[in-house]
Structure formats: C-alpha cells, structure tokens
C-alpha cells in the first residue's frame, strides 16, 4: 500500500518570507498527488493537483504554486508568504481509477 | 461543481452510544470515502465505498448511489471516536484526475 511522507510537521514563518513544503509517494508509481489546505474550522480545499511529472493543475487562485520533479514528489512553494496562507496543509495521492485517495500526516504552517 | 452536505454539523455522544452520519451529494459519483481526522489532524481512511455497504468492527458504512446519500454507522461508541468525520466524493465526467470534493465534516464529541 501507499504511503504519503510530509515535512516538516510544523512551521513558523514571517510575511514575506518564501515557502517550500515537500511530500514524497512511497510504495506505487505514477500516481495522481493532491495538496489541500485546511484552514480554521473544518473544510478542506483543493488546492493544486498532478497527473504526471511536471503537469500540475490550480484550483484556486493564489500566493502559492506547486511542482513536480519527480515521479513520486510534489512540492508546495511560495515566493512571499502572507498571513492567509496560514493553515495545515495535507498531500495527497491516489492510484488509478478505483482506489482510495490516501493522505499524509499534514503540515501545520503558522504565519506571523 | 458537485456538492456534498453532511449531517449533523456536531454530535455529542455518552460512550457506549450508537450514532448515524449522514452524507447527502448533488450528482452521480465515481468514488466516495469516509475519514476520521484525529487530534493531531491527519485524515485516516475508514471506507472507499462508492455503493454498497461496508463493515470494519464497529463502524459500518452504506452508500445509495441511486438516491445519493450515504451513511456511517458507529456502534458503541468510545471516547476515541472523536473528532471530525469526512465525507469526500469524485464526481463523473472528471477525466483521469479524480479529484475529491469535501463535506464540512461531523464533528464527533463523545464523553466518557
């Protein structure tokens, strides 16, 4: 089964200052990853997703961008962090057709 | 875009108490999966459930694709059940990327 890897865990960043959360796919190939954000309160939204290497798609308009270098790794970026940007963001990846989406364990990212 | 409502938004439970959620969504599904998200935030995956009906111990799960809703039982409830319940579905006519749209989330208290 797949499993999804994120760090750090926590973060704390100043306004301004640039972003780079990584998440790497272990135990499949090809899959489809995912970042959402979970701001405070309880919805999560759909933030960029990645069918192949260096295809990435935007959901929502906004201060942050995504890469995908390889295979099984996703990026999270921003050049200049804002105080929205704050909230716990989550990777995930989903193989084919008719399997589950699987998520890693988050990124909690605090901005001052 | 397809919608997904989930109730009740909270519930307050007594261990050892049964509880229904529910999960109400606007259009045909290819894919639809119930979480717990735990204290520290990750989303763990209860059931891929697209139809049907699923059992795994004491939480049982039943998708009416035809009348798009779906339900999550939990039986005997304990004071680990707690925290928010997810509901998240992949609408038809999505190409390959087979995103997932999520409810708001039950958030589940139950008191020893």
């Known amino acids: 089964s797949q499993t999804i890897h994120q760090w750090p865990a926590t973060l704390v960043q100043p306004v301004g200052s640039p972003l780079s959360l990584e998440c790497t796919v272990e135990?499949?190939?090809?899959?489809?990853l995912y970042w959402y954000r979970q701001a405070a309160g309880r919805g999560l939204q759909l933030l960029f997703y990645s069918v192949g290497i260096g295809q990435i798609s935007s959901e929502v308009p906004q201060n942050l961008s995504a890469s995908r270098p390889q295979d099984r790794q996703f990026i999270l970026s921003s050049k200049k962090l804002l105080l929205s940007d704050s909230g716990f963001y989550l990777c995930a990846g989903k193989k084919g057709a008719y399997n589950e989406q699987f998520f890693g364990p988050g990124t909690r990212l605090t901005v001052l | 875009g397809i919608q997904v409502e989930q109730s009740p938004p909270d519930l307050i439970l007594q261990e050892g108490a049964n509880s229904t959620l529910r999960c109400n969504f606007s259009d045909s599904v290819n894919n639809l999966q119930w979480f717990h998200q735990n204290p520290w935030g990750q989303l763990i995956n209860l059931f891929y459930?697209?139809?049907g009906t699923k059992q795994n111990g004491r939480l049982s799960a039943t998708t009416v694709a035809t009348e798009r809703y779906s339900l999550l039982y939990i039986s005997s409830s304990q004071t680990t059940d707690s925290g928010v319940y997810f509901c998240a579905v992949e609408g038809r006519g999505g190409g390959s990327n087979y995103k997932l749209t999520f409810g708001k989330g039950t958030l589940l208290t139950v008191n020893p």
């Open positions: 135990g499949t190939s090809n899959p489809n």
């Open positions: 459930i697209p139809s």
